[in-house]
């Protein structure tokens, strides 16, 4: 038996379901991006510029955590949802970046895995030197197939 117990399916339905009132994953996102008439969201890159220039999400609005105060009302409209990403699951970054934007009254998301997953699952992105993809990671994204069916 687990040291701690699941807990009451009601507990268990209100946290999952606000946890993804809280966050997105790469595959949603890319979805989203691809979609018709747009993805209904800004994605915020909250990296440093050397970052950023190593590879972004291609449509993503750059803006450093450090610099949301002063340039969030410039760069961001707050009728638009936000999406935040950072390196990865190993950064609080976007984590930081969705605070600073949610005290501002932005309506944000994280999304979940962050930059490394987007490449890791083989999606298009940007650098200094022109736009770049990998295949996908087969501990990440099914190789032989467009969805993961999750």
Known sequence: MLRVPP?????????????????ADVSDVAAALGADGGPGFALLDSRSTEAWDQ??????????????????????DKAVPVVTY???PGCDGATRAALALAGLGYHVKE????????????FPY?????????????????????????
């Open 86 to 88: 950072c390196w990865g």
């Open 111 to 122: 999304m979940r895995g962050g930059f490394e997953y987007w490449v890791r699952e083989g």
């Open 7 to 23: 807990a009451a399916p009601s507990a268990a339905a209100a946290y999952f379901a606000a946890s993804l009132a809280f966050h």
């Open 55 to 76: 590879g972004h999400i291609p449509g993503a609005v750059h803006l450093p955590t450090a610099r949301i105060a002063a340039d969030a009302g410039r760069l961001l």
């Open 126 to 150: 940007e650098t200094s030197e022109g736009r770049r993809r990998t295949d996908a990671d087969p501990l990440t994204a099914p190789v032989a197939a467009d969805d993961c069916g999750c």
